[in-house]
Structure formats: C-alpha cells, structure tokens
C-alpha cells in the first residue's frame, strides 16, 4: 500500500479552507431553518383578527401581526425605499409615519410600490386628509440589510434611502413610535403590494449549502488523492556517462 504523503503546503491549505466550506453551510441550513420559522408564522397569522395598536406595545412577538389602525398620514416626512424591481420596472416603496388616535402611537406605514422611471422627474403620489381605517401587517426584516454606504440624515422631504430604520426616524422626528414597519393591505390609501414574504426561500438556502458541501467534499477527496498518488521528482543535472580510460 502506498504511504499517504500528501505534503505540508496542501495540509495547510486544507486546513485553512475546509472549516470555512462547512461553516459556510451550516449558516446557509441556519439561514433555510430561519426563514421556514418565518413563512409558517406568516401563513398562521394571516388567518387572525386585526389587533389593536395597543396590543404592540406589549413586548411580545408582533412579526407578521395584523393590526387595525384609524388615524391619520403624515404627508410632511414621506420616506422613498430606492432600488425596489417589479417586473423588470425600477421604483420606490412609499413610507409615511400615521397617527393612531386610539393609542396616540405613531406608525411606519408602507403604502406600497410606485413607479420611478424617469429619476429626473419627481416619483407622484397623493395622501389623503382625512382619518383612514386601515389594515395593516407588521414586517420584522429577517436581517439587516446591506448597504455599502450609509443613507444621509437630515435633508429635504421626502428622503430618499436604500434601507428603512423605523427607530432613526422617530428619533430624527422626536415622537414616541413603533420599532418597525407595517405594510399595508389592499384599501383607501394603498398602491402596488405584491411583497414577497421572504426575499430568498428556504430552498435557495438549501441549494447554496449543497455547494458549499459540495466544495468541502471535493476539496477533501483531492487532498487524499494526491497525497496517495504523489510522485517523487527525479533529480534534474546532467548525467556523466563513463567511458574507456
């Protein structure tokens, strides 16, 4: 049997990678456990009555809860969440702080996709006067979101960022809010809704953890095999060839 030389240079590159290839996986697995959490909260609170705007203030877990709120739109700070894609066609989400009146809490309310084709024309919306009775569901995003440079504070309304942080804006306003957004369902003051409930699926954090697998393993089986198939290196010179004295 052939001894098993595989050399120190590939030893350390194994060890050096491999435990990244797993760990890897097991996030994406993780990551694939998290969000079926999440879609089986959805589908069961879908199915509850609408809670009062009290109820939230209660500390539990308010993920995907549907609330009833009667209040009014702050039209003054309306927030614009860039880079959002239907059909292939750039926009923005609206988001606008509302009043509860029962609570006198206030509230982040995404009243849905608009178009934005053309960025040197202004994205057009409306918001209603009066007191609206609306339905909405709280939306807990399953992770921070990305951003290679942060969105500016302050600056003329609307503003327009790349990621929602309800607590900033309340802290920016100086009113008393709740910590995340609430997306709206179909009604008087809402747009285009078709939110995914979850930007990836479980299965796509399934398929990624076969590769990252699927890396280790490979990255393992080479090792072995070139450490039982070494060859040793014939030594280079020239060769002196003796001849009759």
């Known amino acids: 049997m052939r001894p098993f030389r595989p050399g120190w ?9 491999l435990p990244g290839l797993v760990a890897l996986g097991c996030w994406q697995l993780g990551r694939a456990d998290e969000k079926r959490a999440l879609l089986a909260t959805y589908a069961e609170r879908r199915l509850d009555t609408p809670v009062a705007t009290r ?11 549907r609330v009833h709120l009667y209040g009014r739109l ?5 927030l614009l969440l860039d880079n959002r894609m239907r059909d292939g066609q750039a926009g923005v989400e609206l988001l606008q702080p509302f009043q509860d009146q ?33 339905e909405a569901t709280v ?23 790349t990621a929602i942080d309800a607590r900033q804006l ?12 609430l997306r709206l369902e179909p009604g ?12 990836m699926g479980p299965e796509k ?22 450490g039982w198939h070494h060859k040793k290196e014939k030594p280079h010179g020239r060769r002196h060839c003796a001849g009759p004295a």
């Open 55 to 65: 109820q939230l203030q209660q500390g539990q877990d308010n993920a995907y809860r």
């Open 188 to 199: 008087p003051a809402s747009y285009r809704l078709d939110w995914p409930v979850v930007a």
């Open 139 to 161: 939306y807990v995003a399953p992770g921070s979101t990305f951003q290679l440079h942060p969105d500016p504070v302050g600056g003329q309304w609307p503003h327009l960022l």
């Open 170 to 181: 309340w802290q920016q306003l100086g009113r008393d809010g709740f910590d995340h957004e």
């Open 9 to 17: 240079i590939p030893t350390l590159v194994v060890l050096a990678l």
């Open 102 to 134: 029962a609570s006198g809490l206030w509230l982040l309310v995404n009243r849905g996709w608009l178009p934005w084709p053309d960025r040197r024309v202004p994205v057009s919306f409306a918001t209603p006067d009066q007191p609206l009775a609306l």
């Open 74 to 78: 702050d039209a003054a700070h309306s």
């Open 205 to 226: 954090h399934q398929g990624y953890a076969v590769q990252w697998f699927a890396l280790a393993t490979a990255l393992v089986l080479l090792y072995l095999y070139f």
